[in-house]
């Protein structure tokens, strides 16, 4: 199995800040984001899976940890893929296939969600693969946000309960950014070598 030296994995977190500052918190694509933050209750864990076998067993691991966690203590985790599943069908088909099964299995619906992030993401139902929209749930490489439903059902509630509420909100966000000035936020966070590069430098294809 692949390992990553400490160093490789703050190299991961340093652009996934990037990210979540740029366009989650900066952007404020979610409500409930700014404040987990703040309050330093958001757990980084970088996977150095290399398939869909390994990806699992480190994804059961982040679920029994933010399970057995406080949420004063941990209120949310984002597990980062950086060496696997770096072909969007194949990460989409190990959310559907694998990872929320994992929940039913583990007894976790209704207490933890997952939310996917991927630098190739698209909404099924957006027939278009250069609409804006797709940006909201593109990140730097595949991850994996565990929410606790608790922690939602506040975020939401922040914005009087609607959650469509900020997803139409987002859209219209992004709609005003446009792509240029998507790609100059991304810049940040956006790795100068090609995505399919099996590096450090992007997800592997």
Not at 90 to 113: M, N, S, T, Y
């Amino acid at each position: 199995m692949n390992t990553l030296s400490p160093a490789e994995q703050q190299q991961v977190v340093n652009r996934m800040q990037a990210w979540l500052e740029g366009a989650v918190i900066g952007l404020n694509l979610c409500p409930f984001a700014k404040q987990v933050v703040a309050k330093q209750r958001l757990a980084w864990r970088v996977s150095a899976a290399e398939d869909d076998g390994q990806a699992y067993d480190d994804l059961s691991l982040a679920l029994d940890e933010l399970r057995q966690s406080p949420p004063e203590t941990l209120e949310t985790t984002v597990l980062v893929l950086p060496h696997a599943l770096g072909r969007f069908d194949d990460f989409h088909l190990f959310v559907q296939l694998q990872a929320e099964p994992l929940l039913r299995r583990k007894g976790l619906r209704g207490l933890i969600q997952i939310a996917p992030f991927h630098p190739q993401f698209a909404f099924a139902e957006v027939a278009d693969a250069s609409d804006i929209s797709h940006c909201t749930n593109r990140s730097p490489w595949p991850a994996l946000h565990l929410l606790r439903e608790d922690s939602v059902a506040r975020a939401v509630a922040t914005v009087g309960g609607d959650a469509d509420r900020i997803v139409q909100t987002n859209l219209r966000t992004l709609a005003g950014l446009g792509p240029e000035g998507w790609a100059a936020l991304s810049a940040a966070w956006t790795p100068a070598s090609s995505p399919a590069v099996r590096s450090l430098g992007g997800p592997s294809a």
